[in-house]
């Protein structure tokens, strides 16, 4: 099986980019899966039914979010009932939606999907290495394809969860920080693994975000409002990994980095 999992997409340029190179990337790459993280697709922070259903019907499979996926008023509700749309699964079992799900593919049979969110400058929730434990056990019951996204600040946290998991999923590709990093191996046991798989967004950026405030934040301590970069090329990050169906062992993980210039 080859997984495609696309990085944090920005706005909408962002995910103008994913509609534009989606279909191109799953012909390249014999994609048989799709997952792409989206806690920031709405405006640059959050989520929307209107942008979920517009990145599901553009041909992903899954969503998943993070430390934003509340930020939009009205999500939760669509949350509660949208199974191709996950939230971090250390989240109090009270919360709307699910950590985790399985997901049929044409080809390769079930694949899990897992969400967790790391507790290290991040919020405290539960601790998600024993969210892991739980969601996985049920998970492998029922398909030996498990992928997790870790939406993590602390590198040395997504770090851990790589080693820690390393033989019990297939793979865990970390989020959060807008940066690809250049660490994509396969670690002893079999499971694919990257600490930061980076940001589909406007490239001429701070992480997506329009680069004066930003900077006017450092030099001041004072608050400024965050906008989207609309100007300039936008780069996708992404990685495919391709997996053993019937072990669940991955066999390669390749990063994938596009720029695309503005019409």
């Given at each position: 099986?080859?997984?495609?999992?696309?990085?944090?997409?920005?706005?909408?340029?962002?995910?103008?980019?994913?509609?534009?190179?989606?279909?191109?990337?799953?012909?390249?790459?014999?994609?048989?899966?799709?997952?792409?993280?989206?806690?920031?697709?709405?405006?640059?922070?959050?989520?929307?039914?209107?942008?979920?259903?517009?990145?599901?019907?553009?041909?992903?499979?899954?969503?998943?979010?993070?430390?934003?996926?509340?930020?939009?008023?009205?999500?939760?509700?669509?949350?509660?009932s949208e199974t191709h749309v996950?939230?971090?699964?250390?989240?109090?079992?009270?919360?709307?939606?699910?950590?985790?799900?399985?997901?049929?593919?044409?080809?390769?049979?079930?694949?899990?999907?897992l969400n967790l969110l790391g507790?290290?400058?991040?919020?405290?929730?539960?601790?998600?290495?024993?969210?892991?434990?739980?969601?996985?056990?049920?998970?492998?019951?029922?398909?030996?394809?498990?992928?997790?996204?870790?939406?993590?600040?602390?590198?040395?946290?997504?770090?851990?969860?790589?080693?820690?998991?390393?033989?019990?999923?297939?793979a865990v590709i970390g989020t959060?920080?807008?940066?690809?990093?250049?660490?994509?191996?396969?670690?002893?046991?079999?499971?694919?693994?990257?600490?930061?798989?980076?940001?589909?967004?406007?490239?001429?950026?701070?992480?997506?975000?329009?680069?004066?405030?930003?900077?006017?934040?450092?030099?001041?301590?004072?608050?400024?409002?965050?906008?989207?970069?609309?100007?300039?090329?936008?780069?996708?990050?992404?990685?495919?990994?391709?997996?053993?169906?019937?072990?669940?062992?991955?066999?390669?993980?390749?990063?994938?980095?596009?720029?695309?210039?503005?019409?």
């Amino acid at each position: 099986m080859n997984l495609l999992f696309i990085g944090d997409v920005v706005g909408r340029p962002g995910r103008a980019a994913l509609q534009a190179r989606l279909g191109e990337l799953c012909q390249r790459y014999e994609v048989d899966f799709t997952i792409a993280n989206a806690e920031n697709a709405a405006g640059g922070m959050g989520l929307t039914q209107a942008v979920s259903e517009e990145l599901l019907g553009a041909g992903i499979d899954v969503l998943t979010t993070g430390n934003h996926v509340w930020r939009r008023r009205g999500f939760a509700e669509f949350l509660a009932s949208e199974t191709h749309v996950l939230r971090p699964a250390n989240y109090p079992a009270a919360a709307p939606g699910l950590g985790s799900n399985i997901y049929m593919t044409d080809h390769s049979g079930p694949v899990g999907v897992l969400n967790l969110l790391g507790r290290t400058f991040m919020a405290p929730l539960d601790c998600p290495f024993h969210a892991a434990d739980r969601e996985i056990e049920a998970l492998r019951g029922r398909t030996k394809l498990v992928v997790v996204d870790v939406h993590a600040e602390a590198t040395s946290e997504k770090v851990a969860m790589g080693w820690y998991l390393d033989g019990r999923v297939s793979a865990v590709i970390g989020t959060h920080t807008h940066i690809q990093t250049a660490d994509e191996r396969i670690l002893p046991k079999g499971t694919a693994y990257i600490t930061d798989v980076g940001m589909t967004g406007p490239r001429d950026s701070i992480l997506g975000v329009k680069p004066e405030p930003i900077i006017d934040r450092f030099l001041t301590g004072m608050p400024t409002r965050f906008e989207v970069e609309t100007a300039g090329p936008v780069i996708l990050n992404a990685i495919v990994a391709t997996i053993d169906p019937e072990t669940g062992t991955a066999r390669s993980i390749t990063r994938v980095r596009e720029s695309i210039e503005p019409q």
